[in-house]
Nanobody, 122 residues
């Protein structure tokens, strides 16, 4: 069992930056791939980024490549999402998720956090 708690969301102006954190409980955190997803009002949840348990593999949605960076610290049971050059279209609730494989599809993840709101003003 893994419990996930996101933090770091908030209101930021366009071109600003935010760093999201996702703290995990459970001894097996380091064995999970960790992903970030987001959901804007009226839209489906979409993939943002994923990192393998060893940090060797990362993948990003095309819409965030070059602006967002995912990282993890297994000693702290935490995964991060550094978001730079934010745009109004990045406004959404951001969720972290834990899964057994590196994946971009939400159904392949086993555990989810409650989400943190990110709002980017123009």
């Amino acid at each position: 069992q893994v419990q996930l708690v996101e933090s770091g969301g908030g209101l930021v102006q366009a071109e600003g930056s935010l760093r999201l954190s996702c703290a995990a409980s459970g001894r097996t955190f380091s064995s999970y791939a960790m992903g970030w997803f987001r959901q804007a009002p009226g839209k489906e949840r979409e993939f943002v980024a994923v990192i393998s348990w060893s940090s060797v593999t990362t993948d990003y949605a095309d819409s965030v490549k070059g602006r967002f960076t995912i990282s993890r610290d297994n000693a702290k049971n935490t995964v991060y999402l550094q978001m730079n050059s934010l745009k109004p279209e990045d406004t959404a609730v951001y969720y972290c998720a834990a899964g057994r494989i590196v994946a971009t599809r939400a159904p392949l993840y086993d555990y989810w956090g409650q989400g943190t709101q990110v709002t980017v003003s123009s």
